[in-house]
């Protein structure tokens, strides 16, 4: 460290420091743009000059106190670093971790000289984390500190006297650890659980945290800190030569440790600050500065994020069996354990919610794929998990078998697929084991294969086995999902076909008929008759149909109805579908299955039922409306003198019979009857607009109804007020009555509130939806007095899909569907709706749909008189002007607004 002259300034000690910092940083740059340089090495360069850098400034403040202070200081304290400082992990941002030990007699001295090294680092430029300690103070912090107690494990000497640093290694490593290590084991894997959780608990979560995420570089420390405390070394070598850890696992995990190292140093690099958040535009910026170059069915990002996950599931799956390998149980535990133990057979032992083999019999026990498949299905059977040892022989013995499983096999697998409370937990400890891709080798092709889209959070395996666990969980629901699965007598039939739903991704060609001929042949690998094959077969191949159907149109429709049972051909095919559908849609990540889809989904199983059960969906619908008539009636005859019900009663039956099948059947019977309620006390002219927030979406609906005087373009005028109004309109349901009255429901996102929106703005955005439709103010002028007309910055969307509008004019027998696909932005559906009532059509129905960055809204419109667009002609001008306006929304920087 160079030398401060004597005239220095503070001012210009900082400018010298910050940029003796700045240059370590850029020597490390350069060290880590050199070929063959690892991740690993420039962590340890940094961590060296860092040291370097650290131990100057303190040498500097010492310089400047009288000489029997800095003797005192000297003698008897000491610098040490910890946690990632300790380990020599430095990424070129990260935190700096220190920890000064002294003894007691220079207590006043130490807090005085500490208060002047804090400032001195950060103003250096150093985000600092640091303790002032004596040894014993440290040792009681410790103890009641996870944090703390893990960072020692790796605690090293910087500066100061050494014998500090070593009488706490001693006495932590006697008092914190070995006196207490069932207790010190728990703290850190309960420690590392709760960050896991905070960061993401699935190894396959599409924007990981490189360091805290699940299979990130803590779960590598947490085997490190066992690893300490159970073997007295936190070196993945010395794990491998004390067999801790197998060769096969230690070459893993170093493999892993390089490759997440490098990502993580490059992020710091490219931000200049600290980032371990792998975002989708890193992900991306990453795969092209490496020059990954694309496959036939893989953009070079997903090439990328598949080699990023095999390595993180590898420190989840390694970490994981370390952890279980190396649980220390209680007195109590093991008491309970050996009264519980029972032998299977000769070698096998069932204890309590495990099962174990003799050590004499471990290797023998997972000779061939047979004894795997027999081992697993035993654990299916007793519903219990295999233990540690055992899943470490089946996991090194499954590295040398070939795939393809004999009969025997076959047949064991499809009845653990049919086992009931473990399932799901055995097909994914088959995963884990590599097992799975010996009996389907099909499965292979999708471990750890990325979707880059905004629609799913996890990669392809790891979205299948969370639909299989939620599949498997519809046993202990009280939903129509729960009934069905609970009554379907062909449930291995099910999970197999969620096993292979997705199989045919990571192929150039569409993955449903990839997966439909793949399907084929994993059928014939595990003898299902033909008639089994088919049926599997036909639900991969039609796996994304129905929740298209149900959540994009007109579930009512009696044509839409018997076209799809037609295909479906049997209630037992239904069933098996709908139970796919809610399973693979519940699967694809948080918050993407809601009540709303459920209900949709429900409604339209049961539509499809009565057809193939031979009822015609008409008896259903009139079903529906008895049951919804008697529960308006009920609700709002008490209001009305007795002698009036049947007047009453005549009433609320002429009232839902104005509403169109599709309102009747999809919303609830209360909000029904309160819609009829608002409507016998409706005003003319008046507009009544209600707002609810939901805190579990984050959520406002929006409820307006009104009657014709105001109901010409209504629809597009509120879609512009909540645009102007800053709202992210998620969905919509628009409902006209054959009487007029309009019931349009908007489901909003408030971007200028980031927690609940307060009733005050829910009421200003009520009173503003009343203003543009009683023509006091118009949509145009409302976008220029909250100025939202600008979008700055708007990002170009992640999946480059085509803008398309489609007309279909054989869905509906009364309404011509115009369906729009674009990309997501602000004024979208304000642009398509005026453009719909610029082109004299109305909405007679909407389902409006948001996925992230790729809208699909579907309209159910007429022409003024309420009749089907049938001319060609006609149907031609309303997608080439649609086309127009989208293609040109898409380009514009800006919104423009015309009248």
Not at 677 to 700: F, Q
Not at 805 to 830: E, K, M, Q, W
Not at 842 to 858: E, G, M, N, R, Y
């Amino acid at each position: 460290m160079p030398e401060p002259s004597d005239s220095e300034t503070p001012a210009e000690r900082i400018q010298r420091r910050r940029g003796m910092l700045h240059d370590i940083r850029e020597q490390a740059r350069r060290l880590f743009t050199q070929p063959g340089v690892l991740g690993t090495q420039v962590a340890s360069k940094l961590s060296e000059e860092m040291d370097e850098f650290v131990v100057g400034i303190i040498k500097e403040i010492l310089s400047e106190l009288p000489p029997a202070e800095r003797q005192s200081i000297e003698q008897h304290s000491a610098m040490i670093a910890v946690g990632g400082s300790g380990r020599g992990e430095v990424a070129p941002y990260s935190d700096l971790d220190l920890l000064f030990v002294y003894r007691p007699q220079i207590s006043d001295l130490m807090n005085r000289f500490s208060r002047r090294i804090v400032p001195d680092l950060w103003d250096a430029g150093i985000k600092l984390g640091q303790r002032v300690h004596t040894v014993q103070e440290t040792l009681t912090q410790a103890i009641g500190d996870p944090h703390l107690a893990s960072a020692l494990v790796t605690c090293r000497w910087l500066w100061g006297d050494e014998a500090l640093t070593r009488q706490l290694t001693s006495r932590f490593k006697q008092r914190v650890v070995r006196r207490r290590l069932r207790q010190f084991t728990k703290d850190c894997v309960e420690g590392r659980a709760e960050e896991r959780h905070e960061n993401g608990a699935s190894g396959q979560q599409l924007e990981p945290d490189v360091k805290k995420s699940l299979g990130g570089l803590r779960d590598v420390h947490l085997i490190t800190w066992l690893g300490y405390a159970f073997y007295e070394s936190t070196s993945i070598s010395d794990l491998r030569d004390q067999e801790a850890l197998t060769p096969d696992d230690a070459q893993r995990l170093k493999a892993a440790i390089e490759f997440l190292t490098r990502i993580r140093i490059d992020m710091h690099f490219h931000a200049n600050k600290a980032n371990d958040l792998l975002s989708k535009d890193e992900q991306l910026r990453i795969a092209t500065a490496r020059g990954i170059e694309a496959t036939e069915a893989q953009r070079p990002v997903e090439c990328l994020m598949q080699d990023y996950f095999i390595h993180s599931s590898a420190i989840a799956e390694i970490s994981s069996r370390f952890v279980a390998r190396n649980r220390r149980r209680s007195l109590g535990e093991w008491l309970e354990r050996l009264a519980l133990t029972r032998r299977v057979n000769d070698h096998f032992l069932l204890s309590g919610d495990e099962l174990d083999v003799r050590a004499s019999h471990l290797t023998r026990s997972c000779a061939t794929l047979d004894d795997i498949v027999r081992i697993y299905h035993s654990a299916a059977m007793y519903r219990v998990n295999l233990s540690p040892r055992l899943l470490d022989a089946i996991k090194a013995r499954a590295l040398t078998l070939r795939p393809g499983p004999s009969p025997e096999a076959a047949r064991f697998f499809m009845e653990i697929l049919g086992a009931s409370g473990k399932m799901a937990e055995i097909i994914r400890s088959m995963h884990d084991t590599n097992v799975l891709e010996l009996i389907i080798p099909e499965w292979k092709r999708v471990r750890c294969l990325l979707q880059f889209n905004q629609y799913h959070h996890f990669t392809v395996d790891e979205h299948t086995l969370r639909c299989l666990a939620i599949c498997e969980s519809f046993a202990n629901d009280d939903t129509p999902m729960g009934a069905v699965y609970r009554a379907l007598k062909i449930k291995p039939l099910l999970h197999l076909t969620l096993l292979l739903h997705d199989v045919g991704k990571g192929h150039k060609e569409d993955h449903c008929e990839v997966g439909r001929r793949l399907a084929f042949d994993v059928c014939g690998r595990l003898r299902l008759s033909q008639s089994q094959a088919d049926t599997v077969s036909f639900l991969i191949h039609r796996h994304l149909e129905m929740a298209d159907l149900a959540f994009r149109h007109d579930i009512t429709d009696p044509r839409i109805l018997v076209t799809f049972s037609h295909k479906l051909g049997t209630p037992e095919r239904l069933n098996l579908l709908y139970l796919l559908t809610a399973a693979d849609v519940s699967g694809v990540g948080p918050g993407v299955w809601t009540q709303w889809k459920s209900d949709l989904l429900s409604e339209f199983h049961t539509g499809l039922n009565y057809i193939l059960s031979g009822h015609h969906p008409k008896f259903h619908e009139e079903e529906r409306l008895r049951q919804v008539s008697e529960h308006v009636f009920k609700s709002i005859v008490p209001l009305e003198p007795p002698d009036h019900s049947d007047n009453t009663q005549a009433w609320v039956d002429e009232q839902l019979h104005a509403f169109p099948s599709y309102y009747l059947t999809t919303t609830p019977p209360a909000r029904i009857a309160a819609d009829i309620d608002i409507i016998r006390n409706l005003k003319p002219g008046e507009i009544l607009v209600h707002g609810h927030y939901d805190p579990t979406s984050r959520s406002v609906e929006y409820r307006i109804m009104l009657d014709g005087q105001h109901s010409a373009g209504c629809f597009h005028m509120i879609a512009g007020v909540l645009t102007a109004k800053h709202l992210n309109i998620l969905g919509a349901e628009i409902t006209t009555t054959r009487g007029g009255i309009v019931v349009d429901v908007f489901h909003v996102i408030d971007n200028d509130y980031s927690n609940e929106v307060p009733p005050h703005r829910i009421q200003e955005v009520g009173n503003a939806i009343r203003e543009v439709l009683t023509k006091r103010i118009t949509v145009e002028q409302l976008f220029r007095r909250h100025k939202r007309f600008v979008m700055p910055g708007a990002k170009a969307p992640i999946m480059h899909l085509e803008t398309r509008v489609l007309i279909d004019n054989d869905t509906s027998d009364r309404c011509t569907v115009v369906s729009a696909f674009a990309h997501d932005r602000p004024g979208l559906l304000y642009t398509i709706a005026r453009t719909l009532f610029q082109l004299g059509l109305s909405v007679d129905l909407a389902k409006i749909a948001t996925h992230f960055d790729q809208v699909v809204d579907v309209f159910y419109v007429t022409d003024n008189a309420g009749r089907k667009i049938n001319s060609e002609s006609a149907q031609a001008t309303i997608q080439a002007r649609l086309g127009e306006e989208l293609a040109e929304f898409e380009n514009e920087k800006h919104l423009e607004f015309v009248s």
